[in-house]
Nanobody, 127 residues
Framework: QVQLVESGGGLVQAGGSLRLSCAAS????????MGWFRQAPGKEREFVAV????????YTADSVKGRFTISRDNAKNTVYLQMNSLKPEDTAVHYC????????????????????WGQGTQVTVSS
């Protein structure tokens, strides 16, 4: 079992930045690929970014490429999502998730592939 707790969400003006954190506990963090997803009201959960176990490979959704960066610190059992140049359409609950497989990160865009999820953190971008 892996427990995930997100933090760092909040209210920010368009063009601003936020850094989300996801702290993991319970199992060896470096055994998991880690993903970020988001869900706006009335919409399906959407892939944002994923990072491999070692941090050597990442894959980012086209909608946030060039603005969002995923990273991880295995010594701190934490994965991050740096979000710059935020837009109102980025408003959503943001979730982190853990995948224990050896799949390449480019296929980990489907939320059903992840075994563990955090409770989410709200990001609201005002125009």
């Amino acid at each position: 079992q892996v427990q995930l707790v997100e933090s760092g969400g909040g209210l920010v003006q368009a063009g601003g930045s936020l850094r989300l954190s996801c702290a993991a506990s319970g199992r060896t963090f470096s055994n998991y690929n880690m993903g970020w997803f988001r869900q706006a009201p009335g919409k399906e959960r959407e892939f944002v970014a994923v990072i491999s176990r070692s941090g050597g490979s990442t894959y980012t959704a086209d909608s946030v490429k060039g603005r969002f960066t995923i990273s991880r610190d295995n010594a701190k059992n934490t994965v991050y999502l740096q979000m710059n140049s935020l837009k109102p359409e980025d408003t959503a609950v943001h979730y982190c998730a853990a995948d224990p497989s050896t799949r390449p990160v480019r296929v980990l865009t489907n939320p059903r592939l992840y075994d563990y999820w955090g409770q989410g953190t709200q990001v609201t971008v005002s125009s």
